[in-house]
Every structure is written in C-alpha cells, then in structure tokens.
C-alpha cells in the first residue's frame, strides 16, 4: 500500500546535528513533491520544507531557513532532512509527507508517515 | 511566513453543523483557492479532509465541506458524529513559495 515511514530522530544536545529519512512505498516517488512538516509537543502543525519531485526545487520556512536541508535520493525512494544547529525550539515529532498530485503540485499532503521524534536537550 | 488564524476551540452535538474558519490575508488565503484542511486525532498523524478550498479526496465523506469569501476560508462540518472529534488545521499556499498553517481548532462534540 501507499505509506511513508520516518526514522531517524532521537535526543540530540543543542548545537548538533540530526540525519532524518523518510521511505516511501507503493506509488511512484520520483512523481512527486515530498514534505517535512513537524509538529512540537502540544503545539500546531508547522510546514518545515518541500522538494521538487526531480530534487530541482527546494523551499524552506523561515524558521529552519539556512539549518536544514531537504535532499532526495529517487533511486532509494528515500527523502531526508539534514538538521543542523539544533536548538531547543526544533524539538517536536517530524512528519514526511506527500503533495497531492504528481510534478510541481504540493499545495496539499494526501500520505503522511507516522512521525519519528526529535527531542533537542543537554 | 503565513500567519493563518482559526478559533482555539469550536463544539456541537451529534446531528448538528459546525463551521470553523481560517483568516489570513490577500497574499495567502484571499489570493490563491490553495486552502487545504487537515484532520488530526490525538497522537495521530493529519489527514487531508479538503483541498484547493472546496475539493473533497477520494474517501473523505460528503459531511465535510470547504469554502472562501475573500481572505477567510471555512471548514463545515454537517450532521456531527462523535468520531468528528479531533483538531483541524488549515493550511495556505503563502504566495512566497512557502506553505503555512493555522494554529488548530480542537473539535468537541458534545
């Protein structure tokens, strides 16, 4: 079936740097658009970044702008999140999500994983 | 970045409509009919309830609507059943590349 599944968070001290991934099964990843959205502990949804489908695009919120980076590997059907500078605002469960529709589109998130957590603490 | 503002809180009870709303500006919600709604249950992941403002995915019952009049977009709900209970959340297309959220809206029946 269509999923996504994170991995890849855990406790991290501020300061370091934290490798999320994101696999994806049973549509064609190389088709669309794929998100991070995270979400800190009893707080609202916050869109983090997107990437094109072919990885040529990339757009990031203001708040991680210049700390993460979102990155691709089509021949892995595996999306990642390279977080650096960590601080205590960044703890929160990071959600991969799809764009809707094929190519360009990702107005909207259709298949969302189940989370994996970062918790950024000495 | 999008700064998208919907109630803290909205409830009814089984069988009746409820709507929640979602302001923001004409740069983001008045600007673009890109206007998803989102649906999440405690310790749950979002799940698409509409999108493009009004469209409804394949799967999402027909008790879930959307709509917009100027900068402010609207998510009802008709015929409320107990499992209706959760937190919405709207998002918008910003018109600077990026997507925002709404702060949520916890959903209570009573």
């Known amino acids: 079936q269509v999923q996504v599944v994170e991995s890849g968070g855990g406790v991290v001290q501020p300061g370091r740097s934290l490798r999320l991934s994101c696999a994806a099964s049973g549509f064609s990843f190389n088709n669309y658009a794929m998100h991070w959205v995270r979400q800190a502990p009893g707080e609202g949804l916050e869109w983090v970044t997107v990437?094109?489908?072919?990885?040529?695009?990339?757009y990031y919120a203001d708040s991680v702008k210049g700390r993460f980076t979102i990155s691709r590997d089509n021949s892995k059907n595996t999306l990642y999140l390279q977080m650096n500078s960590l601080g205590a605002e960044d703890t929160a469960v990071y959600y991969c999500a799809r764009s809707l529709a094929r190519w360009n589109y990702y107005y909207s998130m259709d298949v969302w994983g189940q989370g994996t957590t970062v918790t950024v603490s000495s | 970045q999008s700064a998208l503002t919907q109630p803290a809180s909205v409830s009814g009870s089984p069988g009746q409509s409820i709507t929640i709303s979602c302001t923001g500006t004409?740069?983001?919600?008045?600007?673009?009919?890109?206007v998803s709604w989102y649906q999440q249950h405690p310790g749950k992941a979002p799940k698409l309830m509409i999108y493009?403002?009004?469209y409804r995915p394949s799967g999402v019952s027909d008790r879930f609507s959307g709509s917009k009049s100027g900068n402010t977009a609207s998510l009802t709900i008709s015929r409320l059943q107990a499992e209706d209970e959760a937190d919405y959340y709207c998002?918008?297309?910003?018109?600077?590349?990026?997507?925002?959220f709404g702060g949520g809206t916890k959903l209570t029946v009573l």
């Open positions: 998002s918008s297309y910003t018109g600077t590349t990026t997507l925002g």
């Open positions: 493009e403002v009004s």
């Open positions: 990437i094109w489908y072919d990885g040529s695009n990339k």
């Open positions: 004409s740069s983001d919600v008045g600007g673009y009919n890109y």
